[in-house]
């Protein structure tokens, strides 16, 4: 393989309520690849996200040490706005889009950052998911969560990514709405080439559309590895998961 | 879809552009013609109330649109005053000089003021807003008596490039002209993408930041454009009132243009407008009450009525409780009720 997409070298994150949330953690995705996060709550899951996409200090966290290196550039200290604007795209937990907003402008939203190159156009959304076209007039607010999670899926994807962050895409809906959504997200970073990170507390799913996976407890990366490995491997990371056999936990879905 | 509208249509949409269009042609008629029918009283109560609505169109984006609380307006006013008062009185320049650099000066103070607002939010920012206030008026009087005397900064009559524009009618005109152009900024403004940005900071500011909006950028260049607009009102107020003085600049005119937009109906140039017509109304109805109904100056037995002072407080006081409980959304929210009624009443059920 060659220079990595997306390398994060001994990151040391804290908030500045004092609470540590990263500690010397270190990952890195390749320009395509499907790449999960995994681990409980509190792991630094979300910080990591966060790290990535620039957004630390919106939510007053500091990086203490280590590095963020995004296609072959330091990009620790960038603004959140000007990492969007190079290809790194978050799907933010609780899907982060403007209640009070309509469907469209939710999706104008991202392309008033970008420059004309990137911007991708309304048809593209209406045609991946047509639903949101017949509600293009809507408040974003009214909408059910899984089209809401749809309107933050199309909305990062207009931004022609090269790496999306999707951070608990999964919270608070249906299994089978989950499956499709990230069966669209698959399909549509693997014809453009886009990396994605996909960051869940729902282990078992998330190993289902990654190709591998670390797994994060208290801030540090305990394992890595393929996502047959980590499913079947039976080494700590059920444990770290708090599930006795991830083999055995299709079901689950 | 059913088989209700069977006769060729214009599109709705057409009609209602068309309606907007000669609405709109209608009013700038009215609003230009309207000197040359008003008294000169009237005249000046309308040059009153445009340019209430000139300074209270800027301050209903940043509070309204941008979710930006301030108290800071009259802060705004005096430094836009002071401005002018200096680059008229003491460089000899003219009004547009004046009205330039009183928007550069308006931005920077803008810019500065608004800095607590990256890291404050509601009654906080409002507090450091209040704090800016009391110390652009103690500078102001510090400047005062340091450039112009005790008196204050005294205009002289209104000229541009030889033109004598201080007759009331005059000054109507060049203060609509000044409105207008403010109308024009904030209604561009907020309806581009800069626009829905600004929006989106004021709903969820992380969500915008994951969006790609330079949420601290944003929210200062509202506060610098803004500023910039109601310092330059303020040079044009300075004018039609003849003078600056420090004493004017109260918390009292503060809270009058918030009340002006609480009134009208937050983030809405209608409402700014409807809200600027009912505020600086309000006193001259109160004024032809008292005459009309009230004793005679000076007399002490003709309760409320003789103190119209007073009774003007409590009624805008009553009017601004009412507004907040009864209808949150302003006068243009009533506006907007009876213009769906009236809808309802002649267009039978049109769907969109």
């Given at each position: 393989m060659g220079e990595p997409l997306l390398e994060v070298k001994g990151i040391d994150v804290a908030y500045a309520g004092g609470a540590h949330a990263l500690r010397e953690a270190g990952i890195d995705i390749s320009a395509g690849e499907r790449v999960g996060i995994i681990g409980a709550n509190g792991a630094g899951k979300t910080t990591i996200a966060r790290t990535i996409t620039c957004m630390t200090r919106s939510y007053r966290a500091v990086v203490r040490s280590g590095s963020v290196h995004y296609d072959g550039r330091d990009i620790t200290r960038w603004p959140a706005h000007r990492a969007l604007r190079n290809g790194i795209v978050t799907i933010p937990e609780g899907r982060g889009i403007i209640a009070n907003m309509t469907v469209e402008d939710n999706l104008r939203l991202v392309l008033v950052a970008l420059p004309r190159n990137r911007r991708g156009s309304l048809t593209e959304a209406w045609s991946m998911y047509p639903v949101l076209g017949e509600r293009r007039r809507s408040m974003a607010g009214l909408l059910s969560g899984g089209e809401q999670q749809m309107l933050a899926v199309a909305r990062a994807l207009l931004a022609r990514p090269r790496l999306i962050v999707a951070d608990e895409l999964s919270l608070g809906l249906a299994p089978k709405i989950v499956k499709d959504l990230l069966a669209g997200l698959s399909l549509r970073a693997a014809g453009e080439g886009t990396a994605v990170l996909l960051i869940e507390q729902a282990a078992v799913l998330s190993l289902q559309f990654v190709d591998r996976a670390y797994v994060l407890d208290h801030g540090r990366v305990v394992s890595t590895g393929t996502s047959d490995e980590l499913r079947h491997g039976g080494d700590m990371t059920a444990r770290y998961l708090g599930i006795e056999d991830l083999a055995g936990t299709e079901e689950l879905l | 879809m059913s088989a209700a509208s069977a006769t060729p249509r214009v599109s709705a949409v057409q009609v209602g552009w068309a309606v907007r269009g000669v609405a709109l042609v209608v009013v700038a008629v009215l609003f230009i013609e309207a000197p040359n029918v008003l008294s000169p009283y009237w005249t000046l109560i309308a040059t009153q109330v445009v340019l209430a609505f000139a300074i209270a169109a800027p301050l209903n984006m940043l509070?309204?649109?941008?979710?930006q609380f301030s108290l800071g307006n009259a802060a705004f006013l005096a430094i836009g005053a002071y401005t002018g008062a200096y680059v008229v009185l003491k460089l000899d320049y003219q009004l547009p000089i004046a009205l330039v650099v009183a928007g550069v000066i308006g931005a920077t103070a803008g810019f500065v003021v608004g800095l607590p607002a990256l890291r404050l939010r509601g009654a906080y920012l409002l507090m450091s807003t209040l704090a800016a206030h009391y110390l652009v008026v103690f500078a102001a009087q510090r400047f005062q008596s340091a450039q112009f005397g005790a008196a204050g900064a005294i205009f002289p009559p209104l000229q541009v490039g030889g033109v004598d524009l201080s007759s009331p009618r005059s000054m109507y005109w060049v203060i609509l002209a000044f409105a207008a152009a403010v109308a024009l900024v904030i209604y561009n403004v907020m309806w581009s993408g800069y626009g829905r940005a600004i929006e989106a900071v004021k709903e969820r500011d992380l969500a915008a930041a994951a969006c790609g909006i330079p949420v601290a950028r944003t929210k200062l260049s509202v506060w610098a454009l803004t500023s910039a607009l109601i310092a330059m009102a303020g040079v044009l107020q300075a004018y039609l009132i003849g003078a600056a003085t420090f004493e004017y600049y109260t918390l009292d005119l503060a809270i009058v243009y918030v009340a002006i937009i609480i009134v009208g109906g937050l983030g809405s140039l209608t409402g700014s407008f409807l809200g600027a017509c009912f505020i600086t109304l309000v006193p001259v109805a109160m004024n032809h009450l008292t005459e009309k109904y009230g004793p005679g100056v000076g007399s002490t037995d003709g309760g409320l009525l003789s103190h119209p002072l007073e009774l003007e407080t409590i009624v805008y006081g009553a009017i601004i409780i009412g507004f907040i409980i009864l209808r949150p959304e302003g006068l243009v929210g009533v506006v907007r009720s009876v213009g769906r009624l009236a809808g309802r009443i002649t267009g039978g059920g049109r769907r969109g």
């Open positions: - | 509070t309204g649109n941008a979710g």
